[in-house]
């Protein structure tokens, strides 16, 4: 199990998880040189509860409460820890509503970054991924944008836009202008 998570990492470009990057992904670097196995390929991270935290005040962060606050579902209520205990004393059944916890986690956690694809800053360029070429939506990937004023670097001037299929904001570097050219003072 420790080496397929191991190629799993090591294949991700990206990895979306809720709480991963404090809880997750330290415990399973731990065991990777526990085992001496090197560390994995680097991999971005992306952890939608710190998006939640950094954007949002719920009374709670834990996936069962944004899940339902949201409606876009609820965890699979199970025995707790007594549970891992029985999936370690290999227990057939125990492995079965295992599955279908992690199982209902996963479609959670897609359905959570679906929603929170306008609001995740650390978003990779998606425009770049699907290699469409062009001016697109650096969240979702579309070409459907609009171009909504200028933002402004010490050394670069901007175009910003909103996506009008994800609705997040983006920017691109505004070819062969300046800020004299676009009469800003």
């Known amino acids: ?36 196995m090197p560390p994995p390929e680097p991999f971005m991270e992306i952890d939608l509860m710190r998006v939640i935290k950094g954007n949002f005040r719920f009374m709670s ?3 069962q409460h944004i899940s339902e606050q949201i409606g876009i ?33 996963v479609a959670l956690t897609e359905r959570l970054y679906e929603s929170l694809i306008p609001w995740i800053d650390n978003h990779p360029h998606m425009g770049l991924v699907s290699r469409e070429g062009g ?7 579309s070409r459907n944008i609009q171009y909504r ?5 010490r050394s670069t001037l901007y ?13 691109v570097a505004s070819k062969s202008m300046s800020i004299k050219t676009m009469g800003i003072k």
């Open 149 to 153: 004023g200028f933002a402004q670097t």
């Open 135 to 141: 001016e697109s939506c650096n969240k979702c990937g």
């Open 73 to 105: 579902g609820s965890k699979i209520a199970h025995e707790g820890h007594k549970l891992w205990t029985m999936c370690l004393l290999n227990d057939r059944s125990a492995w079965g509503r295992m599955r279908e916890y992690n199982k209902q986690d």
């Open 159 to 171: 175009r910003k836009f909103q996506c009008n299929k994800c609705r997040g904001w983006g920017r």
């Open 1 to 36: 199990m420790l080496q397929a998570a191991h190629e799993i990492l090591s294949e991700a470009d990206v990895v979306i998880h809720y709480n991963g990057t404090s809880f997750d992904i330290p415990h399973l670097k731990r065991e990777f040189w526990l085992s001496n």
């Open 61 to 63: 962060n834990k996936l």
